[in-house]
C-alpha cells in the first residue's frame, strides 16, 4: 500500500514537471487537446489505432496533444511521460484490472484525482474521452465535468451491458452505473458512437448530441499488393487480441474437419497477441499444428498489412454473445482495405453479416458452428474468382465509405466547431 501511494505522488510531480521537459514548443500553436484512452500508450491494437488516428489529425492542424493512458502493477515500466509523432503521452493513471465493484470504484477515483490534475495543469481546450473501459474513462469524464470543459465522448463499445451480462453477481452494482453514466453522456457537447445501431440505443437512452463516427483502415497504410507470391496453401489471417470473444479454438476444430476431409493445404496465419500458446496447444492436440502458424505481433502498421495482404481472406471469428450484433471490428475493416473476403461466424441479422452480404464480400456462419464455418472455408477456398471479386469489392468499400484517415479529418472539424463555439 504504501508502494502505491508512492507512485501516486509520483506521478503529480511528473505533470508539473511535464511543460517544461518533455514538450516540444511550437510558437505559431497555442491550443491544446487532450484525449483519454483507458490502455498504456501506445499499444497496438484498434482502441489505440482509432485515438492516434484523431490525435495525428489534430497535430496535423497544429493543435498540441496531449493522450493520456493508464499503467498497472503489470505495466509499470510504461509509466511515465513521453512523446510520440508530435505527441505527448502521458501514462499516469494507476489503474488495477478487474471487473471486481470496489476494484471499479476505486480506479474511478484514482482517475477522478489523477485527472483533475492533469487537466488543471494542461489547460485543454478540449477534453476526448474514449469508451470503454468505463472506471479510469468515466473517472475523466467526471472530473470533465467538475471543471467544466468541454467533453467528447467516443462510445466504440456497449461497455454498461457487457459488464452486466458478465457479472452476474454484480449485476446491479453495473446496472446503477450504467445509469450514472448516461447523465454524463447527456452532458457532454458531442457523443461520436462507432456504429449507427450505438447511436440509436444512446438516443433511446436520451442522449440527442449524437454523431456517428465508424471506424475504418487507412487506405494509405493498409492496402493490397500489386502482385501476390506464389503460395503452395490456400490461407486465412486472422489478426488481433487472441482468446475472450474470438474463437479461434473455433477455428482449430474447423481445420480439423477440412484435414479429414482431405483438405490439407489450408493454412490459418495468427497475428497479434494473447492465448497463443493455448491455441497452438489445442492445435496440436488435433493434429492440426501443421495447418497453423503464430506470425508474431506487429506493431509496424507496413509490416501488418504486408502479411494480412499476402493472405487469401481474413477470418472475424465472433463467439455467440449477442451483444457482437452491432459491433464491426477493426480488423474487418483492414482485411477489406488490404483487399481479402471476409470469412466471419456473426448471426445473419448482424449488422457485420448485413455488411458481408449487402456487398458481396465475403460468407458468414452462425457463430460456434464448427461444421459450417468449416463448409465456408472450403467454399472460399474452392472459388478462386468469388475470391477475387470480393477482394475487389471490399478495397472499394473502404476507399469509398471506411477511409480512416477521411473519418478522423471529418471528426476533427466537427471537434473544432465545437472548440471554436463560444471560446
Request: charged share 20%; proline share 4%.
Amino acid at each position: 500500500m504504501l508502494k502505491l501511494v508512492w507512485q501516486l505522488l509520483s506521478i503529480h510531480k511528473e505533470i508539473f514537471a511535464f511543460p517544461d521537459q518533455a514538450t516540444t514548443k511550437r510558437p505559431d500553436s497555442s491550443v491544446r487537446i487532450i484525449l483519454f484512452l483507458d490502455n498504456s500508450h501506445p499499444t497496438p491494437g484498434a482502441p489505440w489505432t482509432r485515438i492516434s488516428s484523431f490525435a495525428k489529425a489534430f497535430v496535423a492542424k497544429r493543435y498540441d496533444v496531449d493522450i493520456i493512458g493508464i499503467f498497472s502493477p503489470k505495466s509499470l515500466k510504461e509509466k511515465g511521460v513521453k512523446q510520440l509523432s508530435n505527441m505527448n503521452i502521458l501514462n499516469l493513471v494507476f489503474k488495477l484490472s478487474s471487473n471486481n465493484p470496489l476494484l471499479f470504484l476505486f480506479n474511478l477515483v484514482v482517475s477522478l484525482i489523477t485527472s483533475t490534475i492533469i487537466l488543471v495543469v494542461r489547460r485543454p481546450r478540449i477534453a476526448i474521452v474514449s469508451f470503454p473501459n468505463g472506471d479510469s474513462s468515466l473517472g475523466f469524464l467526471i472530473a470533465c465535468t467538475v471543471l467544466r470543459m468541454k467533453v467528447v465522448i467516443d462510445y466504440r463499445d456497449e461497455w454498461e451491458d457487457q459488464l452486466i451480462c458478465a457479472s452476474k453477481l454484480s449485476k446491479k452494482f453495473y446496472v446503477l452505473i450504467k445509469k450514472v453514466s448516461i447523465m454524463f453522456y447527456r452532458r457532454a457537447c458531442l457523443v461520436a458512437a462507432v456504429t449507427k445501431p450505438f447511436a440509436k440505443a444512446l438516443a433511446k437512452r436520451g442522449v440527442m448530441n449524437i454523431v456517428y463516427v465508424p471506424n475504418g483502415a487507412s487506405c494509405s497504410s493498409f492496402k493490397p499488393l500489386n502482385r501476390k507470391p506464389g503460395k503452395e496453401f490456400f490461407t486465412i489471417v486472422y489478426s488481433g487480441g487472441v482468446g475472450d470473444y474470438y474463437r479461434l479454438d473455433v477455428v482449430i476444430k474447423s481445420l480439423k474437419v477440412l484435414a479429414d476431409r482431405g483438405l490439407n493445404k489450408i493454412r490459418l496465419w495468427m497475428v497479434g497477441r494473447g492465448a497463443i500458446d493455448s491455441v497452438l496447444k489445442y492445435a496440436r492436440q488435433l493434429g492440426v499444428q501443421d495447418m497453423v502458424a503464430y506470425l508474431g505481433n506487429k506493431s509496424n502498421v507496413q509490416d501488418l498489412s504486408k502479411i494480412i495482404a499476402e493472405a487469401d481472406a481474413g477470418i472475424v471469428p465472433y463467439d455467440g454473445n449477442p451483444l457482437w450484433m452491432n459491433t464491426l471490428p477493426a480488423k474487418f475493416f483492414e482485411y477489406c482495405a488490404c483487399g481479402l473476403p471476409i470469412i466471419a461466424t456473426a448471426y445473419k441479422d448482424s449488422i457485420l453479416a448485413k455488411l458481408i452480404y449487402g456487398n458481396g464480400i465475403g460468407l458468414t456462419t452462425n457463430p460456434m458452428d464448427v461444421n459450417g464455418l468449416a463448409d465456408a472455408i472450403e467454399k472460399m477456398f474452392g472459388d478462386k474468382e468469388f475470391r477475387v471479386n470480393a477482394g475487389k469489392t471490399a478495397r472499394t468499400l473502404i476507399e469509398q465509405h471506411f477511409d480512416r484517415d477521411r473519418i478522423s479529418d471529418e471528426f476533427v472539424k466537427i471537434v473544432c466547431k465545437i472548440m471554436n463555439a463560444h471560446s
